[in-house]
């Protein structure tokens, strides 16, 4: 596993958005899920300490311990005892067919997010075009 001197880039950190409505472990799993979709999170990368994510975010360690063993049993993260939690290798392969769907599904629900929230499609389009050029690679 890499150490975090050897992560290209800034060192990965949570935020949080207490109006959203989101629950905090379901955050941070989604920012990890987008971190690494984005390119700014790859395998090997490790995260921030359970204490240190909750005293950070000043939220109680056991929601953090929460979503890491939630991205560990999905297996999107690997924790070492007392070395840390690192981002896991990618072993899941999907076919065409299934990427497909999925990708159909994943449009789906993030169109009717936005609109929900007052977004136009254009503005997400728009959104996407912005990305990191890292990110549009991956």
Known sequence: MKSPSQSAGAEFSFRLDSHSGVPVYRQLIDQVQAAIATGMLATGDQLPTVRRVAVDLAINPN???????????????????????????????????????????????????????GLKVSDLIEALRQLPSDAQRN
């Open 63 to 117: 929601t953090v311990v929460r979503a890491y063993r939630e991205m560990e049993l999905r297996g999107i993260l690997d924790t070492q005892q007392g070395t840390g939690t690192f981002v896991a290798e990618n072993r899941v392969h999907h076919s065409k067919t299934e990427q497909t769907r999925l990708l159909s599904q994943l449009i789906i629900e993030f169109v009717a997010r936005a609109g929900a929230a």
